[in-house]
Antibody, heavy 118, light 111 residues
Framework: EVQLLESGGGLVQPGGSLRLSCTASGFTFINYAMNWVRQAPGKGLEWVSSIRGGSGSTYYADSVKGRFTISRDNPKNTLYLQMNNLRGEDTAIYYC???????????WGQGTLVTVSS | QSALTQPASVSGSPGQSITISCTGTTSDVGGYNLVSWYQQHPGRVPKLIISEVTKRPSGVSNRFSGSKSGSTASLTISGLQAEDEADYYCCSYGGSSTFVVFGGGTKVTVL
């Protein structure tokens, strides 16, 4: 059974930084691309970033490009999202998701809440 | 990176069929057969219900079906049930530049 467990969320001031982690189990982590998807309070889903499994190629939404960095540690089965220069509009639940070979998000974690406020 | 366009809300009576549209461009929906759909109940995690335009993952009810014409994808829910009341999101691969794009979401209400 695929399990994804996010951690690292919390309250941070505007301009601050936070690093999210997502620990994966139940599948061969290195074989799959991984996504971060966020959902602001009362709003829809927004793709944030993706990272391929083997090559480690990375992709970002324009809204976070230059501020967020996605990475992975394959031996530790862990996905990361380093978030710098945080803004109020980054307030959201951040989900990590396992990406299928057809670019869907086939399994999701429970999410971790990030609140950016002074 | 513009979001895919979905109607804000769709409603129907129990037993009826409803269809949710998802309009993109030739760079995403129209360019690839890589559209997926997600169901999200309030306070819950999104769940994949359609993959690659038409494919249902194991365990998803056959009352859910997907299709695509040009740059518009559609999700049809037949035999509408109370448990189908939820938010639905479409998503498409957008090539190496956009990569992934979601729709704005559609709230389905069962009357």
């Amino acid at each position: 059974e695929v399990q994804l467990l996010e951690s690292g969320g919390g309250l941070v001031q505007p301009g601050g930084s936070l690093r999210l982690s997502c620990t994966a189990s139940g599948f061969t982590f290195i074989n799959y691309a991984m996504n971060w998807v966020r959902q602001a309070p009362g709003k829809g889903l927004e793709w944030v970033s993706s990272i391929r499994g083997g090559s480690g190629s990375t992709y970002y939404a324009d809204s976070v490009k230059g501020r967020f960095t996605i990475s992975r540690d394959n031996p530790k089965n862990t996905l990361y999202l380093q978030m710098n220069n945080l803004r109020g509009e980054d307030t959201a639940i951040y989900y990590c998701a396992k990406m299928g070979y057809n670019y869907d998000s086939e399994s999701w974690g429970q999410g971790t809440l990030v609140t950016v406020s002074s | 990176q513009s979001a895919l366009t979905q109607p804000a809300s769709v409603s129907g009576s129990p037993g009826q069929s409803i269809t949710i549209s998802c309009t993109g461009t030739t760079s995403d929906v129209g360019g690839y057969n890589l559209v997926s759909w997600y169901q999200q109940h309030p306070g819950r995690v999104p769940k994949l219900i359609i993959s690659e335009v038409t494919k249902r993952p194991s365990g998803v009810s056959n009352r859910f079906s997907g299709s695509k014409s040009g740059s518009t994808a559609s999700l049809t829910i037949s035999g509408l049930q109370a448990e189908d009341e939820a938010d639905y999101y479409c998503c498409s691969y957008g090539g190496s530049s956009t990569f992934v794009v979601f729709g704005g979401g559609t709230k389905v209400t069962v009357l």
